[in-house]
């Protein structure tokens, strides 16, 4: 079984400062990673995943994340934030790349980006 | 690339009546369908995975003949409230996989629902 833990709910940051969300997962199998990011009454949009290669991952929106199995964590970064990157974040796992095991979510992050 | 529609995206109903919310996948075949609700301020949680054509398979503690799923086709799969409750008032959100390219996790953008 996986599970993810993300170790901040919530995150305040001042605009133009770097920010870095932390997760760390558990998994008995292959573990492949996600981060989404969710505004207010919307769905979820895909930041960016890890499924195999390299591990420093570049997503979208100026997000990257580096997947460290040693220390079984996937840490999202951003070198200069926005007020725009205001949301809720969450990171994910999965233990296929396909079929039908559901994503395992974390509690999320709340990122408050100030002006 | 892969897209989920899904509606309606809120809906407001009275307490004892059923609500159904639809995704179809636009672009792809969606092989396994995943049904989530979100509580105010809380993660996503599972309630059920399906795939086309059998029964959904449930979480413990999900009450499968309240939250009934259909997964008839593999561009549409439903998820019907009955006798919906206050308690029942969340966000649902599903999220397709199919094969292939389209084997990723495509979201749709959620039901508000609140019952009255």
């Known amino acids: 079984a996986q599970s993810v833990t993300q170790l901040d709910s919530q995150v305040p940051v001042f605009e133009e400062a770097p920010v870095e969300l932390r997760c760390n997962y558990s998994?008995?199998?292959?573990?492949?990673l996600f981060w989404y990011v969710q505004y207010p009454n919307q769905g979820l949009q895909l930041l960016l995943k890890?499924?195999?290669?390299?591990?420093l991952v570049k997503g979208i929106n100026g997000f990257e994340a580096e997947f460290n199995k040693s220390q079984t964590s996937f840490h999202l970064r951003k070198p200069s934030v926005h007020i725009s990157d205001t949301a809720e974040y969450f990171c994910?796992?999965?233990?296929?790349?396909?079929?039908?095991?559901?994503?395992?979510f974390g509690k999320g992050t709340r990122l408050s980006v100030i002006a | 690339g892969a897209v989920v529609s899904q509606h309606p995206s809120r809906v407001i109903c009275k307490s004892g009546t059923s609500v159904k919310i639809e995704c179809r996948s636009l672009?792809?075949?969606?092989?396994?369908m995943f049904w989530y609700r979100q509580f105010p301020k809380q993660s996503l949680m599972l309630m059920a995975t399906?795939?086309?054509?059998?029964?959904?398979?449930?979480e413990q503690g999900v009450e499968k003949d309240k939250f009934l799923i259909n997964h008839a086709s593999l561009t549409l799969s439903t998820l019907t409230v009955t006798s919906a409750h206050p308690e029942d008032s969340s966000f649902y959100i599903c999220?397709?996989?199919?094969?292939?390219?389209?084997?990723?996790?495509?979201f749709g953008s959620g039901t508000r629902l609140t019952v009255v």
């Open positions: 999220s397709a996989r199919g094969t292939g390219r389209a084997g990723g996790y495509t």
């Open positions: 998994s008995s199998v292959s573990v492949y």
């Open positions: 890890y499924l195999s290669g390299s591990t």
């Open positions: 994910a796992v999965s233990g296929s790349k396909q079929g039908n095991t559901p994503l395992v």
């Open positions: 672009d792809f075949q969606a092989t396994t």
């Open positions: 399906s795939n086309e054509g059998s029964k959904a398979t449930y």
